[in-house]
């Protein structure tokens, strides 16, 4: 799993990033987090330098930076710590990822094409433009995620959580929603075409094996009843 260390600076409980040995190899043990780092750059500069000379990354903890414009294609990441990233412009395509944290991050014209993720968590954050789709997405966390136009096409979501998600112009076309969770979940104009969706469970009160998802729901009829 990954490393939790807290931020050494006094008073601070916020996670530190990882640092780097003088060879650039991944160093053990606690540091500072983003805001108490003593040079910046320089931490970014050895973060993008250590992602793209390594195909596998094991116990990274990058909580809070901005990364833009990388391609992590074939990349292997396992108990890697993304919290409170930005994501900008980055492709990943063919990503391996278990037992990851991606927690309140936010993903701007990103893609993951064709990966497989699994028991990774990306509860609270915020989709824009992000494609997910041809993947292998399964026991993954994503509760209180807001997608607006994404896509999740051929992909299989066995067993992943979308409780009280927000899902806004999304496409999950000719997807494996079995076992999928969407509680009390929020759709609009969101594409289940091909997908078995009856074996998804969007009900607490009927143990959720039934439910027609060939109607949207309404962004505003669901947050006007939740009031």
């Given at each position: 799993?990954y490393?939790?260390?807290i931020?050494?600076?006094?008073?601070?409980?916020?996670?530190a990033?990882?640092s780097?040995?003088a060879?650039?190899?991944l160093?053990?043990g606690?540091?500072?987090c983003?805001?108490h780092?003593?040079?910046?750059?320089?931490?970014m500069?050895?973060?993008r330098?250590?992602v793209?000379?390594?195909d596998?990354?094991?116990?990274?903890?990058?909580?809070?930076?901005?990364?833009?414009d990388i391609d992590?294609?074939g990349?292997?990441?396992f108990?890697c710590?993304?919290q409170?990233?930005i994501?900008t412009?980055?492709?990943a395509s063919?990503?391996?990822?278990r037992?990851?944290?991606l927690d309140?991050?936010?993903?701007?014209?990103?893609?993951i094409?064709?990966?497989?993720?699994?028991?990774?968590s990306?509860?609270g954050s915020r989709?824009?433009h992000?494609l997910?789709?041809?993947?292998?997405?399964?026991?993954?966390?994503?509760?209180?995620i807001?997608?607006y136009?994404c896509?999740?096409?051929?992909?299989?979501?066995?067993?992943?959580r979308?409780?009280?998600a927000i899902?806004?112009?999304?496409?999950?076309?000719n997807?494996?929603?079995?076992?999928t969770?969407?509680?009390e979940s929020m759709?609009d104009?969101v594409?289940f075409?091909m997908s078995n969706t009856?074996?998804?469970l969007i009900?607490?009160?009927?143990g959720?094996m039934?439910?027609?998802?060939?109607a949207n729901?309404?962004?505003e009829?669901?947050?006007e009843?939740a009031l």
């Amino acid at each position: 799993m990954y490393n939790l260390s807290i931020c050494q600076h006094p008073g601070c409980t916020k996670h530190a990033i990882s640092s780097f040995d003088a060879d650039g190899n991944l160093m053990e043990g606690s540091g500072f987090c983003l805001e108490h780092q003593e040079n910046i750059e320089e931490t970014m500069r050895n973060f993008r330098n250590y992602v793209t000379t390594h195909d596998k990354i094991v116990g990274m903890s990058a909580s809070g930076l901005t990364i833009h414009d990388i391609d992590l294609s074939g990349k292997k990441l396992f108990g890697c710590n993304f919290q409170h990233c930005i994501f900008t412009n980055v492709h990943a395509s063919h990503l391996r990822a278990r037992m990851c944290s991606l927690d309140f991050s936010t993903f701007t014209d990103c893609n993951i094409l064709e990966s497989n993720i699994q028991f990774t968590s990306f509860a609270g954050s915020r989709f824009v433009h992000l494609l997910h789709a041809g993947s292998d997405l399964i026991h993954n966390n994503y509760n209180g995620i807001t997608a607006y136009q994404c896509s999740f096409d051929n992909s299989d979501l066995y067993n992943s959580r979308f409780i009280k998600a927000i899902l806004i112009n999304t496409s999950m076309a000719n997807c494996n929603l079995k076992k999928t969770v969407f509680y009390e979940s929020m759709r609009d104009s969101v594409s289940f075409k091909m997908s078995n969706t009856r074996e998804a469970l969007i009900d607490r009160e009927k143990g959720g094996m039934m439910g027609d998802f060939g109607a949207n729901y309404s962004l505003e009829e669901d947050m006007e009843a939740a009031l």
